[in-house]
C-alpha cells in the first residue's frame, strides 16, 4: 500500500517511500525528460568575472524567456478551477495503469483507476487518502506533506515557490522542476511538463529519495465541467 501511495501521490502528485525496484526509463508515450541547456546553467549562475559581453547578453536573455515562460504557466494554471481528463500512470517497475480523474481547486482531486486495479485516490482539501475498495481500507496523508498541492493550489505562482530549481523550454515542451526535502525521508523532485504553444498541461513525474519515478501523462482535459463536490469526500 505504501509504495502505491508513493506511485498516486507522485502521479498528479504525491508521497513516502520506498520501492527496491530498478529505475524504469521514461515510457513510450511519454517524452524524454530535457536536459538542462548550457545557456540555462549559464542564466542561472549568471556570468563569470571576466565573461565577455556577448554572454551577459545571452543570460539577461534566457532570464527574461525563463520569466516568461513562468507567467504563461501560471496564467494557465489560474485559468480554470475545475479539470476533467484521462491519466495513463506508469510506476518504478514499468506497470501501466489508467483511469479518470477530476480536480476542483482548491485543493480537491480524485483518481479512479480502471480494473484490475482497486485503489482510489482522493484529496479533499486537507488530507489525501489512498483506498482500497476491494479490502474498504485506505491510508491518509495531509496534504501539505504530497507534492500534490503544487498542482491544487487556488492561487499558482512559480515566482514565488521557493522549491522551484528549473524552469526550461524548447519547441515542444515547457518544463518546470519542484524539489523539496522532508526531514527524516530525503528530496522529492516533480516534473512537469507542459505544451510549449498552448501551455496546456501534459504529464509530470515524481521522483522519491530513492530516485524511482512515477510518470503520469494526461489527455482529454475539460476545464468547462465542475464536478461533484461529494466526490472528493474522505470518511474517517
Do not use: H
Amino acid at each position: 500500500m505504501r509504495s502505491m501511495i508513493r506511485i498516486c501521490a507522485a502521479a498528479l502528485l504525491l508521497l513516502p517511500a520506498g520501492l527496491a525496484l530498478a529505475q524504469v526509463p521514461p515510457p513510450p508515450f511519454a517524452p524524454v525528460p530535457p536536459k538542462k541547456p548550457a545557456s540555462m546553467r549559464t542564466a542561472q549562475a549568471g556570468p563569470a568575472a571576466g565573461a565577455d559581453s556577448g554572454i551577459q547578453v545571452a543570460a539577461v536573455a534566457n532570464q527574461r524567456a525563463a520569466a516568461e515562460t513562468v507567467q504563461r504557466i501560471n496564467d494557465y494554471f489560474n485559468s480554470f478551477k475545475t479539470m476533467i481528463g484521462d491519466f495513463v500512470q506508469v510506476d518504478p517497475d514499468g506497470t501501466r495503469q489508467q483511469g479518470q480523474f477530476y480536480i476542483l481547486k482548491p485543493g480537491r482531486v480524485l483518481f479512479e483507476y480502471e480494473a484490475p486495479s482497486r485503489i482510489e485516490l482522493v484529496a479533499d482539501g486537507r488530507s489525501v487518502a489512498v483506498r482500497d475498495k476491494k479490502l474498504k481500507t485506505q491510508d491518509i496523508t495531509p496534504l501539505s506533506a504530497t507534492p500534490l498541492r503544487f498542482l491544487l493550489s487556488e492561487n499558482f505562482n512559480l515566482a514565488r515557490n521557493a522549491n522551484v530549481t528549473g524552469v526550461y523550454q524548447d519547441d515542444i515542451f515547457a518544463t518546470v522542476v519542484i524539489e523539496e526535502k522532508q526531514p527524516m525521508v530525503g528530496t522529492y523532485r516533480l516534473m512537469i511538463m507542459f505544451d510549449a504553444k498552448t501551455m496546456q498541461l501534459k504529464q509530470w513525474t515524481v521522483t522519491d529519495p530513492q530516485g524511482y519515478d512515477t510518470t503520469v501523462a494526461v489527455s482529454n482535459l475539460d476545464t468547462s465541467q465542475r464536478p461533484d463536490p461529494m466526490m472528493f469526500v474522505i470518511n474517517r
